[in-house]
């Protein structure tokens, strides 16, 4: 069936680790983003790629970076985790053109502690 | 500047009543708006575009370009109602074409 797939669905880690949250999505759609949502449920873009090897920042500065080396897979990573980057991560795929329906996978809550 | 506001962080009402959840946008171009729900535990996912002129689960929503506002009705709550509603623009253009979402209105329907 196709879906949208996010590994792990929660996390807790040290400061200063180095963590890569997984997101893969069997869709055949060309687009994928990455959210932030803060605790008070606010949804900030922090990534987003329109196919193999194109990767673009969102509206929401972040320290995170990702990768699209595959179609169907489009991993977020932080270099070294702070306390800061406490939140709940979503990824989520579309078809190309801004008004597609986004596809949205369950999220990982990362807590660093 | 593109926004998308929802003025309302909560929204509580009774089970049978009327409730509207408040939408307005600032976009330059011919806008595309959207209405996205996050029920407890699952997934964010589309409730309706307003392209499509349809009713889900009962909400309506109409698209009003003088008012830059793109407002969710329905006309009787229900409790399976409650559940977090963001509403989103597609912004076209340059190489930033995307979804922007409000800052989403949490909707809490009473018994």
């Known amino acids: 069936e196709a879906d949208i797939y996010q590994t792990p669905r929660y996390l807790v880690i040290g400061t200063g680790k180095k963590i890569t949250l997984e997101c893969s999505q069997t869709?055949?759609?060309?687009?994928m983003y990455w959210y932030q949502q803060d605790p008070g449920m606010e949804l900030h873009l922090i990534h987003y790629s329109y196919g193999v090897n194109s990767t673009e920042k969102g509206d929401l500065s972040s320290e995170s970076t990702v990768s699209r080396i595959r179609t169907e897979h489009f991993p977020l990573t932080l270099e070294s985790a702070r306390p800061s980057h406490t939140s709940q991560y979503l990824c989520?795929?579309?078809?190309?053109?801004?008004?597609?329906?986004?596809?949205f996978g369950q999220g990982t809550r990362l807590t660093v502690v | 500047a593109q926004r998308v506001t929802q003025p309302e962080k909560l929204l509580s009402v009774f089970k049978g009543a009327p409730v509207e959840l408040k939408c307005n946008y600032s976009?330059?171009?011919?806008?595309?708006l959207f209405w996205y729900v996050q029920y407890s535990r699952q997934r964010l996912q589309l409730l309706l575009r307003h392209i499509s002129r349809e009713s889900i689960k009962g909400f309506t929503a109409d698209l009003n370009k003088g008012e830059t506002s793109f407002h969710l009705k329905k006309p009787f709550a229900q409790e399976e109602d409650s559940a977090m509603y963001y509403c989103?623009?597609?912004?076209?253009?340059?190489?930033?074409?995307?979804?922007?979402f409000g800052k989403g209105t949490k909707l809490s329907v009473k018994p």
């Open positions: 869709m055949g759609h060309d687009k």
């Open positions: 989520a795929s579309s078809e190309l053109w801004p008004g597609a329906e986004a596809f």
């Open positions: 976009y330059s171009g011919s806008p595309e």
């Open positions: 989103a623009l597609a912004v076209y253009g340059g190489s930033q074409g995307n979804l922007i």
